[in-house]
């Protein structure tokens, strides 16, 4: 069973602050993905990584920086967090086979006061 | 964007009821994938279906593609309360490294 764990499952944080959000994979997969969430959106990419040591940016990733220092680990970091930040946050991972199926973690909701 | 606004839908149902979803797409795509996301989880796959195929089922679930019009459904027969959730439809963007999402259908299944 394929199996992502996000840190933490929840997070208040002040205006300004540094928020790192982590997520862990056991799938050995080569991709992971940080998504947001926000009430009545859909899903929208943030960044991803094909690799360790690399990430790309993905469709909304102002205000983000990420971070993968192994195949397992991919993080996300708000290094000053804002209101509009708050959300529910997926990491996701996916092999590089033909099935392109996302696996995904049970997220982090982030509130930023 | 990649889907059409008739994307965003909130459906309300009886247990037992059939109901199909729709989403269209406006860039080529070689497999669509439907989600399911239920209350305070992150989504998962329930179906996927390729550009050569017109039709997949897996129990009681049935996804449709139609590349002419770029569209593509998912069908649930037999509703059950337990099928309460939202519904995502996701295309790819040419390789197999990232996916494009709908805004999801909300379908409510009432005992």
């Known amino acids: 069973e394929a199996a992502v764990t996000q840190s933490p499952r929840s997070k208040v944080a002040v205006t300004g602050g540094k928020v790192t959000l982590s997520c862990h994979q056991t799938?050995?997969?080569?991709?992971m993905y940080w998504y947001r969430q926000d009430t009545g959106h859909g899903l929208r990419l943030i960044h991803y990584?094909?690799?360790?040591?690399?990430?790309e940016k993905g469709d909304i990733p102002d205000g983000y920086k990420a971070s993968r220092p192994s195949q397992e680990n991919f993080s996300l970091i708000l290094e000053l967090a804002s209101l509009s930040q708050t959300a529910v946050y997926f990491c996701?991972?996916?092999?590089?086979?033909?099935?392109?199926?996302?696996?995904f973690g049970p997220g982090t909701r982030l509130t930023v006061l | 964007s990649q889907w059409g606004e008739e994307n965003l839908q909130a459906l309300s149902i009886q247990e037992g009821e059939d109901v199909t979803m729709n989403c269209s797409y406006k860039?080529?795509?070689?497999?669509v994938q439907w989600y399911r996301q239920k209350s305070g989880k992150g989504p998962a796959q329930l179906i996927l279906?390729?550009?050569n195929e017109r039709e997949k089922r897996s129990g009681r679930l049935r996804a449709t593609l139609d590349t002419s019009s770029q569209s593509s459904s998912l069908s649930i027969t037999g509703t059950l309360a337990t099928d309460t959730a939202v519904y995502f439809c996701?295309?790819?963007?040419?390789?197999?490294?990232?996916?494009?999402w709908g805004l999801g259908t909300s379908l409510v299944v009432n005992p």
């Open positions: 996701a991972s996916s092999g590089r086979d033909i099935s392109y199926e996302q696996y």
């Open positions: 799938n050995n997969h080569d991709y």
């Open positions: 990584s094909y690799v360790a040591d690399s990430t």
């Open positions: 860039t080529y795509t070689t497999v």
């Open positions: 279906i390729r550009s």
């Open positions: 996701a295309t790819d963007v040419g390789d197999n490294s990232k996916l494009i």
